[in-house]
C-alpha cells in the first residue's frame, strides 16, 4: 500500500525535521509567540500590499529555518486551494476580496507551517512539563506521542504480513477484510501497553515522591528580545491601521 | 546475602485456572549470575515478574507463598515505598522506552524519585558510560536500532542503583557481533556487583558467565545447578532445553570413550581439551 | 523452468535513505534450500520482501516463476511466494487454529479438505492447542500455527524469517525436518531462510547467500564458504560442528566430513593405537 503523495506532502508540511539554524535556536515560546503574531496580523490586515508583507515576513522565516524548500516541494495542495478560494469568492463578491482572502491563507498556511516544521516533540513535552505538575497527564502526553508512530509500524507491519498471505486478493465486506488487521493491531496494543505499564512500575513511576526534573528550561537574552520586538510590533501594527 | 526469596509461590493469573508456577523456592544471593531456561511456556517470563517484585501488586492474580526482597515481604515494599528498585530488561526494547529523547529517557526514573537535578545529571551520565551510550544522549528514541534501543532501557535501569537486573531473552534478536557486546556488558556488571538473572533459549555463547542455571518446567523448577552439571543431566532432552553445541559433543566423545576432563564452557575450550588429551596420548 | 525466484541488478532504498540493497543479482532454484545470512542491519530482511513485493526495486527487475512483479499484486505473488515472519502475533487472528490455518489457502483457491489441514496440525505438533485461540497460545506455539498457515497453501517457495528464535530444542528438530521434507517430496519447491543460527542453517541448507551491507558477498556451497573463512570475514560465527572439524585438520587430521562421528572415529584412532 502505497500512501497518495498529496497525503505524503501535507504529512510531510508537519514532520518536524531536526535543524541547526538561528530560528531553531529561539526556545520554543519565542517562536510560538512570533507565530502568534503573525497570525493575528493576518487576521486583522485588509490590506492587499500589507498581507503580501507578511507573506513574505513568513516566507523569510522559512528562508533563515532552512525550510523554504521542503515547503515548497510539498506546497502544491496550497497552491490549489488558494486558486479555489480566489476564484469562489472572486465570483462571489469581488476580485480585491477574492485576493484578500486568498492571501489570507496563503499567510496563514506559512505561519503555522513555521510552528509545525521546526517545532520538535520532545520541546513541547519539555515546555508542558515544566508548566504542568500532574505526573499522570503528562505521561498519557508523552505516551502518545511516543506510541503513535509505534502504533502505525505496528499497522504497517501486520498489513504486510497479511498481504504475504493473500489478504487483499478476494473482496468481501469491509468489516470482515478488516478483521486480519485489526485484531493483530489490538493484540499488539496490549502487549505494548502490557509492557509500558510494566516499565513505569520498574522505574518508579508510581512511587510516592514527589517528581522532580532535571531539564533546563531557560529563555535567554535573545528569547526576550525577540518576544518583546515581535509582540510590540505586533501592537504598534494593530494600533495605526 | 540472600537477596530474592521465593517461598514455596504458586502464582496464577487472573481467570486462568492452571497455575503458571507450581511450588517455587528459589533464591538469589548476592553477585551471582543466574540463567533460567526452559521450554516456552515453562513459567520463565512469570517469574521473571515474580522476582521483579511485580506479583501480585501489578500482575494480578492468586499468589500462594510469600516473595522476599532482602528478608522484607515484596507487598509490603510496595506498599511503602511505591517501588522495589529491581531492573527489568523485557523482551522488546521499543516498547520500553517510555521519552522521546534518549537523555529523556535516562532521566525518567531517577526523576520518577524525586532526586535532585545535579544528582540525576550524574546518574545519567554514569549509565550511559557504563553501556557506551555516551554519542546516542541527544538522539531521537524513534531512530535507533534493535541494539541501541536495548541497551538504553538497560541504562535506564542502572540509573536505579538497582542491585539486581533481571533479563527476558535479550540474545532473541541479536545478530553474533550484538552477542558478544551484550556478554561484555554482562561482565562489566558482573565486576561491578550486580546480580544477574537472565532468562535464555540459547545460551551457547553467553554460558561461561553464569554461575548458576535453573530449569522451569511446566511451572515448576526441576534443576538448579551450575552450568556444568546441569548440561550433563540426562533429563535435558525430555525437557526441550537446548544444550550447547560443545557440551553435546562433550557428552557424545564420552560415550565414544573419549573422556574429556570436565565439561567445556565453549568451543575453543573443548577444542582445547581434546589437543591436551591427543597430546598426553601421544606422549605415553 | 528451474527458476523460481530471480533478481536481476536489484537496487533498493527505503525514501530518504541511502541504499541498502546494492545490486543484488540471485536466482532460488527448484529443490534448494538456501539460507540467507548476514549481520543485523545487512538486508536480510528486505531482500526477502522484495522476493514477493512487498518492496519494489528501485533499479533492477525481480521474476518470480519467469514473469516480472512489477505490475503484479502482493496479494498474487503470495501465492508462489510464501512468508513466514518473525513476529507471530502481525499474522495471528483468528478464533482457533483450524480457522487460521484456513487463511491463507481460502484466499487463493477455496476450502482445504479435513485431512490436509489435520496433516499440518499433526506434523507442527499442534494437535494438543485445538481448543485454545491463537492468540492465548505461548510464542513458541505461534510461530509453528503461523507455519502451519503458510504451509497449507503449498507455495512453490518457503521463506522463513529467522525461524529458530526462541523454539525448543525439539521443535526446532520438527522444524527441520518439515524444511527438508518441502523440497524432497514436494516437486519443484524451494526453502529460503534467513537467519543468525549458524548451526541451523549448516543442517538445513544446500546453499549459503552472505550479505554484507546490503551485497552478496557469498553465493553457493556451504562447505566452501566456511573453508574460505566467508563468515568469519562477515562477522558471523561458524557452525560448531565445523569450528571442531577445522580444528582438528590444523591439528593435523585429515577431515572429509563435517560430521560428529567422522571426528569421533579419526579421534579413537589416534587415542586408542596402542
Given at each position: ?18 535543524k ?95 510552528l ?93 515522591t ?30 495605526v491601521? | ?42 513459567g ?30 515484596i ?92 533479563l527476558d ?36 555463547h553467553?554460558?561461561?558467565?553464569f ?74 | ?76 505473488i ?11 502475533n ?101 526453502v529460503?531462510?534467513?537467519t ?5 542453517a ?54 572429509e ?18
Amino acid at each position: 500500500m502505497r500512501t497518495p503523495s498529496i497525503i505524503y506532502s501535507i504529512f510531510d508540511l508537519i514532520r518536524f525535521e531536526k535543524k541547526y539554524t538561528a530560528f531553531h535556536k529561539l526556545d520554543l515560546r519565542t517562536r510560538f509567540i512570533i507565530v502568534m503574531c503573525l497570525v493575528v496580523l493576518t487576521i486583522f490586515f485588509n490590506n492587499i500590499m500589507l498581507l503580501l508583507c507578511l507573506v513574505l515576513t513568513s516566507s523569510i522565516i522559512l528562508i533563515i529555518a532552512k525550510e523554504i524548500k521542503r515547503w515548497l516541494k510539498n506546497s502544491l495542495i496550497v497552491w490549489v486551494i488558494m486558486v479555489l478560494i480566489f476564484l469562489i469568492n472572486s465570483f462571489l463578491t469581488s476580485i480585491h476580496h477574492g485576493t484578500i482572502l486568498a492571501l489570507r491563507f496563503l499567510s496563514f498556511i506559512l505561519s503555522i507551517s513555521i510552528l509545525t516544521m521546526t517545532t520538535n516533540p520532545d520541546e513541547v513535552i519539555a515546555l508542558l512539563t515544566t508548566l504542568c505538575s500532574n505526573k499522570k497527564i503528562m505521561a498519557s502526553f508523552m505516551l502518545s506521542l511516543r506510541f503513535t508512530p509505534i502504533m502505525v509500524n505496528e499497522a504497517r507491519k501486520i498489513m504486510e504480513a497479511q498481504e504475504a498471505r493473500g489478504w487483499g486478493f478476494k473482496k468481501r465486506g469491509v468489516l470482515r477484510r478488516l478483521r486480519p488487521i485489526i485484531i493483530p493491531l489490538l493484540v499488539r496494543a496490549f502487549q505494548i501497553i502490557h509492557n509500558v505499564v510494566i516499565t513505569m512500575d520498574v522505574r518508579a513511576f508510581n512511587s510516592r515522591t514527589r517528581r522532580t526534573t532535571s531539564l533546563d528550561q531557560k529563555l535567554t537574552m535573545l528569547d526576550y528580545i525577540v518576544m518583546t520586538i515581535s509582540v510590540a510590533i505586533t501592537i504598534y501594527l494593530l494600533l495605526v491601521i | 546475602m540472600k537477596l530474592i526469596e521465593l517461598r514455596n509461590v504458586t502464582f496464577t493469573y487472573k481467570g486462568e485456572k492452571k497455575p503458571a508456577l507450581l511450588n517455587i523456592d528459589l533464591e538469589i544471593r548476592e553477585g551471582e549470575a543466574v540463567c533460567i531456561m526452559g521450554p516456552s511456556g515453562s513459567g520463565k517470563s512469570t517469574l521473571c515478574y515474580c522476582l521483579a517484585g511485580l506479583v501480585p501488586t501489578l500482575i494480578e492474580g492468586r499468589l500462594e507463598g510469600s516473595i522476599l526482597f532482602r528478608g522484607n515481604d515484596i507487598t509490603q515494599i510496595k506498599r511503602e515505598r511505591g517501588y522495589i528498585g529491581i531492573g527489568l530488561v523485557l523482551q522488546e526494547a521499543e516498547s520500553q522506552i517510555v521519552t522521546l529523547t534518549v537523555e529523556r529517557e535516562l532521566a525518567f526514573a531517577p526523576e520518577n524519585l524525586g532526586l535532585p537535578k545535579n544528582v540525576i545529571k550524574e546518574k545519567i551520565q554514569k549509565a550511559a558510560k557504563s553501556l557506551g551510550i555516551m554519542h546516542l544522549l541527544h538522539r531521537d528514541t524513534h531512530k535507533l536500532s534493535g541494539g541501541e534501543l536495548q541497551r538504553i532501557v538497560i541504562a535506564s535501569m542502572l540509573t536505579l542503583d538497582p542491585k539486581i537486573i533481571i533479563l527476558d531473552e535479550p540474545t532473541a534478536n541479536l545478530d553474533f557481533k550484538g552477542i558478544q557486546a551484550l556478554r561484555s556488558i554482562f561482565i562489566e556488571l558482573k565486576k561491578k556487583g550486580y546480580t544477574l538473572i537472565v532468562v535464555e533459549h540459547d545460551i551457547e555463547h553467553i554460558i561461561d558467565i553464569f554461575d548458576r542455571i535453573v530449569v522451569l518446567h511446566q511451572g515448576k523448577k526441576v534443576l538448579d545447578g551450575d552450568p556444568s552439571s546441569i548440561f550433563t543431566s540426562n533429563d535435558l532432552q525430555a525437557i526441550g532445553v537446548s544444550t550447547p553445541s560443545f557440551i553435546d559433543f562433550y557428552n557424545k566423545l564420552r560415550m565414544a570413550g573419549i573422556m574429556l576432563p570436565k565439561p567445556p564452557l565453549s568451543i575453543g575450550e573443548l577444542i582445547n581439551m581434546i589437543g591436551e588429551i591427543l597430546w598426553r596420548s601421544s606422549s605415553n | 523452468m528451474e527458476e523460481l525466484i530471480k533478481l536481476e541488478n536489484v537496487w533498493f532504498a527505503y525514501v530518504n535513505s541511502n541504499y541498502v540493497i546494492k545490486n543484488v543479482n540471485l536466482t532460488i532454484n527448484k529443490g534448494e534450500i538456501v539460507a540467507i545470512l548476514g549481520g543485523n542491519g545487512s538486508g536480510k530482511t528486505t531482500l526477502i520482501k522484495l522476493f514477493v513485493g512487498l518492496l519494489r526495486p528501485n533499479k533492477g527487475h525481480v521474476y518470480v516463476k519467469g514473469i516480472d512483479i512489477k505490475d503484479r499484486r502482493i496479494c498474487e505473488i503470495a501465492k508462489d511466494v510464501g512468508i513466514v515472519f518473525q513476529n507471530p502475533n502481525h499474522q495471528l487472528f483468528e478464533y482457533n487454529i483450524r480457522e487460521e490455518i484456513l487463511f491463507g489457502p481460502r484466499n487463493f483457491k477455496d476450502e482445504l479438505r479435513e485431512d490436509e489441514v489435520n496433516y499440518w496440525i499433526e506434523r507442527l505438533d499442534l494437535s494438543d492447542l485445538l481448543l485454545k485461540s491463537p492468540l492465548l497460545l505461548s510464542e513458541g506455539e505461534k510461530r509453528r500455527v503461523a507455519l502451519a498457515s503458510i504451509l497449507a497453501y503449498q507455495p512453490d517457495v518457503l521463506v522463513l524469517d529467522e525461524p529458530t528464535t526462541g523454539q525448543d530444542r525439539g521443535h526446532k528438530e520438527v522444524i527441520l525436518n518439515v524444511l527438508l521434507n518441502y523440497v524432497k517430496t514436494k516437486e519443484g519447491k524451494a526453502v529460503v531462510i534467513t537467519t543468525h543460527d549458524l548451526d541451523f542453517a549448516w543442517r538445513v541448507a544446500s546453499r549459503f547467500i552472505v550479505l554484507n551491507d546490503g551485497e552478496i558477498v557469498y553465493d553457493g556451497d556451504p562447505k566452501n564458504a566456511v573453508e574460505k573463512g566467508i563468515l568469519v570475514k562477515s562477522g558471523l560465527k561458524n557452525p560448531s560442528i565445523v569450528e571442531l572439524g577445522l580444528s582438528l585438520k590444523k591439528m593435523g587430521f585429515k577431515i572429509e566430513d563435517y560430521d560428529l562421528t567422522h571426528y569421533i572415529e579419526i579421534l579413537r584412532e589416534r587415542c586408542f593405537k596402542r
